[in-house]
């Protein structure tokens, strides 16, 4: 039944998150019924093991060698009737066991993603993408193969110490020798659980390292077909890829050893006991159904054995995986205690370290005699940084933005990045993003984009299919369309970056003047150059090295400024240069 029970999620406490075992500890509170259950089931099934081998000893003794037909029989029903049990209930602990693996998994990536998500556009700055990739993959599988102990594990400590039991009453002697002899085998493979994790956090930095240079080479190779970089980039691909390689059969080395005395082990001790208890039973120590029973019960030891070495790799590898991907949870990502509400309406947005204002109802431009000193206001406007870098934080009617509930901040102020991801999906999906679409608004948002032509010319209309990155759309394309979709949230405040660089100067105008014209009830900064969108804003602030220069219209400023005018020209010439 709790299989068909609703999911919860809810994200881990800093305390869940103070090291790789609490993280782990975490991944199985979440589903502690399920673990229960699972539990229950590889304890059934790890003693109902050790039944085979008890009927068949009274089989053979009580039946067998008494000469006792019915005996025997039911002897051999009861064996029957035990291996039906033992096989169902092998196969529902198998199926428990794989949904608590998936339901870790799941877990364990729904965090990442949420977390990610908080950390926002600061997340580049702060982990690189092979790093997350990594971590949302292979570290997260990782973690949620150790939960296997969780069943098999607890049911092969339960089977280990019936069979002791079992055996004290045939004799003591085989039962001291098992008692000390599974745990020194279970010791011996330390050594090698030690080295997995520390060449494990190696080869995983090596791993990240390797997948974040797959991911910019995969992400710049237009640039590189252009520039012919592709076979130096390559090489260094090839060089750095070697060295994972190196790194992985140093972690290879010792878990092949442990997987190897996994099965090797075990088969030495089976033998070892096999023998002593044939010597027992040829001096008359034990009966010829105890030495069955003997050798049944150590047959059924192996299992857990192996187990216990498997389940100490599993963890060992865990270990290493679930600190990863702490590192990465416990980056942080602002004040999330007792958030300040938003205050209805758009009203001045401040940043003090620059005295940039923004004010509702006009499309404010913003352009810098340094294109980074823009990026830094818009970030720290867009509450994109992490907090530490802020001496003073902007604020939003008069509250400080880091003290505002974020969630609602990010629905009502919007940061439309000209490097912001085109996902794959139909123009209808990528434009309504996460809201729901509605095709009136959507016609709407596009039209004030200039993107109207864009989506005439596809096959489909709304409905055509555009690729991940909107790689079978051209430059300008996507630029129109990711104005689109920021228009389509209808932001209290939209901060776009430079969102008409890649069109030519007639889709320009009528992309600025829609934009002006569909927002004049809230706040929009567009961050720029273009000399054609400054003078149709309402207000242009003018940056020098980081701080407000000078505020007016594009045409005071030209007259009046003579750092904005030189720049403007400069703007001017590259423009008709590229004309030309």
Same mark, same amino acid.
């Given at each position: 039944?709790?299989?068909?029970?609703?999911?919860?999620?809810?994200?881990?406490?800093?305390?869940?998150?103070?090291?790789?075992?609490?993280?782990?500890?975490?991944?199985?509170?979440?589903?502690?019924?399920?673990?229960?259950?699972?539990?229950?089931?590889?304890?059934?099934?790890?003693?109902?093991?050790?039944?085979?081998?008890?009927?068949?000893?009274?089989?053979?003794?009580?039946?067998?060698?008494?000469?006792?037909?019915?005996?025997?029989?039911?002897?051999?029903?009861?064996?029957?009737?035990?291996?039906?049990?033992?096989?169902?209930?092998?196969?529902?602990?198998?199926? *428990?066991? *794989?949904?608590?693996?998936?339901?870790?998994?799941?877990?364990?990536?729904?965090?990442?993603?949420?977390?990610?998500?908080?950390?926002?556009?600061?997340?580049?700055?702060?982990?690189?993408?092979?790093?997350?990739?990594?971590?949302?993959?292979?570290?997260?599988?990782?973690?949620?193969?150790?939960?296997?102990?969780?069943?098999?594990?607890?049911?092969?400590?339960?089977?280990?110490?019936?069979?002791?039991?079992?055996?004290?009453?045939?004799?003591?002697?085989?039962?001291?020798?098992?008692?000390?002899?599974?745990?020194?085998?279970?010791?011996?493979?330390?050594?090698?659980?030690?080295?997995?994790?520390?060449?494990?956090?190696?080869?995983?930095?090596?791993?990240?390292?390797?997948?974040?240079?797959?991911?910019?080479?995969?992400?710049?190779?237009?640039?590189?077909?252009?520039?012919?970089?592709?076979?130096?980039?390559?090489?260094?691909?090839?060089?750095?890829?070697?060295?994972?390689?190196?790194?992985?059969?140093?972690?290879?080395?010792?878990?092949?050893?442990?997987?190897?005395?996994?099965?090797?082990?075990?088969?030495?001790?089976?033998?070892?006991?096999?023998?002593?208890?044939?010597?027992?039973?040829?001096?008359?120590?034990?009966?010829?159904?105890?030495?069955?029973?003997?050798?049944?019960?150590?047959?059924?030891?192996?299992?857990?054995?192996?187990?216990?070495?498997?389940?100490?790799?599993?963890?060992?590898?865990?270990?290493?995986?679930?600190?990863?991907?702490?590192?990465?949870?416990?980056?942080?990502?602002?004040?999330?205690?007792?958030?300040?509400?938003?205050?209805?309406?758009?009203?001045?947005?401040?940043?003090?370290?620059?005295?940039?204002?923004?004010?509702?109802?006009?499309?404010?431009?913003?352009?810098?005699?340094?294109?980074?000193?823009?990026?830094?206001?818009?970030?720290?406007?867009?509450?994109?940084?992490?907090?530490?870098?802020?001496?003073?934080?902007?604020?939003?009617?008069?509250?400080?933005?880091?003290?505002?509930?974020?969630?609602?901040?990010?629905?009502?102020?919007?940061?439309?990045?000209?490097?912001?991801?085109?996902?794959?999906?139909?123009?209808?999906?990528?434009?309504?993003?996460?809201?729901?679409?509605?095709?009136?608004?959507?016609?709407?948002?596009?039209?004030?984009?200039?993107?109207?032509?864009?989506?005439?010319?596809?096959?489909?209309?709304?409905?055509?299919?555009?690729?991940?990155?909107?790689?079978?759309?051209?430059?300008?394309?996507?630029?129109?369309?990711?104005?689109?979709?920021?228009?389509?949230?209808?932001?209290?405040?939209?901060?776009?970056?430079?969102? *008409?660089?890649?069109?030519?100067?007639?889709?320009?105008?009528?992309?600025?003047?829609?934009?002006?014209?569909?927002?004049?009830?809230?706040?929009?900064?567009?961050?720029?150059?273009?000399?054609?969108?400054?003078?149709?804003?309402?207000?242009?602030?003018?940056?020098?090295?980081?701080?407000?220069?000078?505020?007016?219209?594009?045409?005071?400023?030209?007259?009046?400024?003579?750092?904005?005018?030189?720049?403007?020209?400069?703007?001017?010439?590259?423009?008709?240069?590229?004309?030309?």
């Amino acid at each position: 039944m709790s299989d068909r029970a609703e999911q919860r999620w809810s994200p881990p406490s800093p305390r869940d998150l103070a090291g790789p075992f609490r993280f782990l500890f975490w991944l199985t509170r979440s589903q502690l019924r399920r673990v229960a259950v699972g539990a229950g089931l590889g304890i059934g099934w790890a003693v109902g093991l050790a039944v085979p081998p008890w009927a068949l000893a009274h089989a053979i003794d009580d039946g067998f060698v008494a000469g006792d037909h019915r005996a025997l029989v039911g002897w051999s029903v009861v064996l029957l009737i035990t291996g039906i049990l033992i096989a169902a209930l092998s196969i529902a602990r198998h199926r *428990t066991m *794989t949904k608590i693996r998936m339901d870790a998994s799941f877990r364990a990536a729904r965090t990442t993603v949420w977390h990610t998500s908080r950390l926002g556009a600061s997340l580049r700055s702060r982990v690189n993408a092979g790093e997350v990739v990594t971590v949302g993959i292979a570290d997260v599988q990782t973690v949620a193969m150790a939960l296997t102990v969780t069943g098999p594990g607890v049911g092969a400590v339960v089977g280990y110490l019936v069979v002791a039991v079992l055996l004290v009453a045939i004799s003591p002697v085989l039962a001291v020798v098992i008692l000390l002899g599974v745990p020194l085998l279970a010791v011996a493979v330390g050594p090698l659980l030690h080295r997995i994790e520390r060449t494990g956090g190696e080869y995983r930095v090596q791993q990240g390292r390797l997948t974040t240079r797959l991911v910019d080479a995969l992400a710049g190779l237009g640039v590189l077909n252009g520039l012919g970089g592709k076979a130096w980039v390559a090489d260094r691909y090839a060089q750095q890829s070697r060295r994972v390689v190196a790194a992985g059969y140093r972690v290879a080395k010792p878990a092949s050893w442990v997987g190897a005395l996994a099965t090797g082990l075990p088969s030495l001790f089976l033998a070892a006991v096999v023998w002593l208890s044939a010597r027992l039973a040829a001096s008359g120590a034990i009966t010829i159904g105890d030495l069955v029973a003997v050798y049944g019960y150590v047959a059924v030891l192996v299992v857990p054995v192996a187990q216990f070495i498997e389940g100490a790799g599993d963890i060992a590898r865990a270990r290493v995986a679930a600190h990863r991907i702490i590192d990465l949870l416990n980056l942080p990502a602002g004040q999330d205690t007792d958030p300040v509400p938003v205050r209805a309406g758009c009203g001045p947005l401040v940043d003090p370290e620059s005295g940039v204002v923004v004010r509702p109802g006009l499309l404010t431009a913003l352009v810098a005699t340094h294109p980074v000193d823009a990026r830094t206001v818009i970030e720290r406007l867009g509450r994109l940084p992490h907090p530490a870098t802020i001496t003073e934080a902007a604020t939003w009617n008069g509250v400080p933005i880091t003290d505002l509930d974020r969630n609602e901040f990010r629905t009502r102020l919007l940061v439309a990045d000209n490097d912001a991801e085109v996902f794959a999906g139909t123009v209808r999906e990528i434009v309504a993003g996460r809201l729901e679409p509605d095709d009136v608004r959507i016609r709407a948002a596009l039209r004030i984009a200039a993107a109207d032509d864009v989506v005439q010319a596809l096959p489909g209309g709304l409905d055509a299919a555009v690729a991940a990155g909107g790689r079978d759309l051209s430059g300008g394309q996507r630029q129109r369309i990711r104005l689109a979709r920021a228009v389509y949230a209808a932001p209290d405040v939209l901060i776009a970056v430079d969102p *008409t660089s890649a069109v030519d100067a007639n889709t320009e105008a009528v992309m600025i003047n829609r934009l002006g014209d569909s927002r004049r009830e809230v706040s929009t900064m567009i961050s720029t150059s273009s000399p054609l969108v400054l003078d149709r804003a309402d207000e242009v602030i003018f940056l020098a090295d980081g701080r407000v220069s000078a505020i007016g219209t594009h045409a005071e400023l030209t007259r009046t400024v003579p750092g904005y005018r030189d720049l403007v020209s400069r703007a001017q010439n590259d423009i008709e240069g590229e004309d030309r």
